[in-house]
Structures are given as C-alpha cells and as structure tokens.
C-alpha cells in the first residue's frame, strides 16, 4: 500500500524529473547558505553581525547578556572557563568502556592525520623553497546540544595537535544543566586541552575572533554548529580564517542492484534523523529503488524519532533512477556531498574513481558514513551544500600555512636582471626596476 514515501521516487523517465532533481539540488545547497532574507526564525546576517558587534564593543558584559538570552544560563565572566578539577572530575567519572572506545578513536584519528601530514616536508630547491608552520592559536565551536558530541572534540582537536599547533581553545554552550556535557570535557581532558570555555553560539565565535576580557583571540576558528554558528563564522571571517561553512548534514548514496536494499535505508535515516539531515540515492535500478522505499516504511516505524525523520526525508531526501551510469555520475559530481556511499559490488571502486566532487567517499558496502563519523581516522567535519567542489575535509594540513622563500645569489640576480627590470617596466613600476637595476651597478 502506497503513500507519501512513494514520493521520494524518482524516474530520470518520467516528465518533469530533472525539474524535481534540480530542486532537491538546490535545496541541498540552501542548507550551507545563509541569505538576508532567511525566513522567520532564523538567523538573518544582520541579526549575527549586531551580536558580533556589541561582543567586540562590549566583551565579557555582552557574553553574560547573550549567554542568558539565548543559552538561558547566568554565568559571570569568571565562570566562564570550566577549571582544571571540573576536567578532571569528568575524566574520573567517565564510563571505562566508553573511555577505551574514545581512546582507540583519538588512536585512529591521529595515526591517520599524521600519515597524511604535509607540514614536516618543508624544503627548498636552487634559490626558491616553502616552510610550514603551524597556525600558533586556534579556536574550536562544539555544538552543545542535550547529546554529547564528543566526537566533535577528537575529529577537530587531534587534526590541530598533529600540525603541532601550540594553543587550542575549546568553546561549547552551556546546554547540559547549565554546563558543558562531562563526557565532552572528559575527552577535552583526554587530549590535555585546558583551555575551555562554557559559552556558545554567534557570541563565542566572535569571542574567539576578536579576543574578550577573559578569552584571547584566536588565529582560525573551525568546527560544526547551527546557522547561527556558521554565519557568524562568515561574518569574522578575514579577522580569523575559518575551515568552511557548513549547512545540515547530507549523504548521496551511489546504489545497483547488487546493493542490500535495507543497509541503504538504515544509511538513509542515519542522515535523516540529523536535525535537518538530506539523503539522496542514485541508483540504475528502479526495482532497487521501490525495495528501499519498502524498507524505509519497516525502519522508520522502529526509531524513536520516527515521526521527525519521516519529514525530513519527505522534505530534504530523493530516490533518483537513472537510465545508466554516466549521466548518474556526472550528476553525483554536480550534487558534490559532504558524504558519499557507493555501494555497488564490485564496480564500487571504479566509481569512485570517476567521483570528482565529495567531502568524503565511502567506498562498499561495509563502508557506512558512522564508520567514518567515529572511527576510521578522517576527520568528519566536511564541506556540506556543494561546497565540496572547492572546500575540503577538515585535516591537519588546515592547521599549517606556508611561507615562500626567496634566496638569491649575486650570480643568480645578474642572470634574471634584464627580464626582471623589463617586466617591472612595462608595468609602470620604475622603483622595482632600479631595486634591481642598482644591484648590478654595484
């Protein structure tokens, strides 16, 4: 028996399905933007650049009104850093079980951003070279929501340490019974981070740009968080560097006949039940395609959110059926996820060749996105909303800037000298010729 789920379905056949492809494209791409007219309720640039504002103009004093305001938590500016005990006491208290599987992933994660790692390669070759070094202060946003996020700390945090950044400041709203999670300061205390802060939202991140009283400021802010979070760290963006702006969750999910219908689904709602998640499925088989819809039904009826993730499937989500590979290719590269599954036999790996635009891609179908999300070594702060055609996943090279180096001999300037001054010339620019001009009269 059929019902709105059906719609979800749709055939590259049928009329109108390219309009109804192009729509779920752009709404994936609203989710990572941030427009003056955003509708009522959320954060407009104008409502984060005033709150950015009177945090630079008025710091700790603007800290305590928003902090209340928007968190419903009265802190004075002295409360706002969790003390030394306050991390140990979390670490004490956390479940060892839990503390094993968090250490192996701190384990994971830095083996992984340390093969990975470009900044000890610094050299340099005749008269020209690059040095790395590490961004010296660095500011990390960690949504606070009710559930702890502790993953967040270890796929932003241990990236940072392996470029061997010096300072890191943690900053995550007090939405736990007035304070920050305990397991989300006991994996801070874990990593040996002292420096966290209980303040969240657009005013942490423009404390973190611009410095308060009682927090410095930082040299680049990266982490997930809501739209509020993300437009205020386009707003300071140029005052600090930012890793990237990023929108709701999203999985594009690359499918054949060869895949099991069921984990599709289960992937499927594992994105859906995010608040709001988008998933999306390619697939060259329409049988495939009604099997998942079929599975949604029986999955969703088992979580506890059924209801909320029924929507944003309905809303944000699709089942498109091409008519053959390529053209579902080329679309997949257009739609550019933050996540994307192939799970397509023994052709997986082919595929994924052919994928050009993606935060991540999962390759199989042992390969979901929570493997990657907690475990495997890649960070999971991603570009979301087609960003990833130009952004890319956060990793310990984001933490290093390189510097040029120039170092010419007498013998090497003589050599360059005519072509230099002649480029320097018909550009108008007289004094960078005789910079060089009066070398050679010397």
């Known amino acids: 028996m059929g019902d ?12 109108g399905a390219d309009d109804r492809l192009l729509k779920l494209h752009w709404e994936m791409k609203q989710g990572a933007s941030f427009p003056e007219n955003a509708p009522k309720g959320e954060p407009q640039r104008k409502d984060v650049r005033d709150i950015c504002n009177k945090v630079w103009a008025n710091r700790d004093r603007a800290l305590e009104e928003f ?16 003390s030394e005990k306050e991390l140990e006491q979390a670490h004490k208290e956390i479940d060892k079980k839990l503390l094993g599987s968090i250490r192996q992933a701190i384990e994971n994660v830095r083996k992984y951003q340390t093969e990975i790692f470009v900044g000890g390669k610094s050299n340099s070759s005749g008269c020209t070279g690059i040095r790395y070094t590490p961004i010296r202060r660095v500011g990390i946003c960690v949504p606070g929501a009710a559930a702890p996020l502790p993953s967040t700390v270890i ?9 061997g950044v010096e300072e890191i400041a943690v900053v995550s709203p007090p939405r736990y019974k007035g304070n920050i999670h305990p397991v989300i300061l006991a994996v801070c205390h874990e990593l040996g981070l002292e420096e966290v802060y209980r303040i969240g939202g657009a005013q942490a991140v423009a404390a973190l740009a611009h410095g308060t009283n009682t927090l410095r400021k930082v040299d680049k802010i990266v982490g997930p968080g809501n739209r509020w979070v993300q437009t205020a760290k386009l707003e300071v963006f140029g005052h600090v560097g930012i890793d990237s ?47 998942i819809i079929e599975e949604l039904r029986g999955q969703l009826r088992q979580l506890k959110r059924s209801k909320e993730t029924r929507e944003r499937l309905l809303n944000l989500s699709g089942i498109v059926v091409f008519r053959e590979i390529k053209s579902l290719i080329e ?21 994924a060749d052919r994928i050009t635009n993606a935060g991540a891609i ?28 130009f952004f890319s996943a956060l990793s310990a090279n984001d933490f290093i800037k390189s510097t040029s180096i120039i170092e010419y001999s007498k013998e090497q300037l003589a050599a360059s000298a005519e072509d230099i001054i002649r480029l320097a010339e018909v550009e108008g620019l007289d004094a960078h010729a005789k910079s060089v001009r009066i070398r050679q009269q010397g």
């Not at 499918?255 to 060259?284: C, K, R, Y």
């Open 4 to 15: 709105e789920l059906d719609n979800l379905l749709i055939s590259w056949s049928e009329p």
């Open 155 to 163: 796929m932003t945090a241990v990236p940072a340490q392996v470029a």
């Open 67 to 82: 902090t209340e305001k928007f968190d419903g938590v009265k802190l004075a500016p002295e409360q706002f850093r969790v």
């Open 245 to 291: 702006i990023a929108g709701p969750s999203e999985v594009l999910i690359i499918a054949d006949d060869q895949a099991n219908a069921g984990w599709v689904a289960a992937d499927m709602l594992s994105q859906a039940e995010h608040a709001p998640g988008s998933a999306i499925v390619f697939t060259t088989s329409e049988t495939l395609a009604n099997e």
């Open 362 to 389: 999962f390759i199989g179908d042992y390969s979901p996105v929570a493997v990657g999300d907690y475990w495997a070594g890649p960070s999971h702060t991603l570009p979301t909303g087609q960003t990833a055609k």
């Open 331 to 351: 679309r997949a590269n257009s739609f550019a996820p933050e996540h994307l599954e192939i799970q397509c036999g023994d052709v997986s790996r082919e595929i």
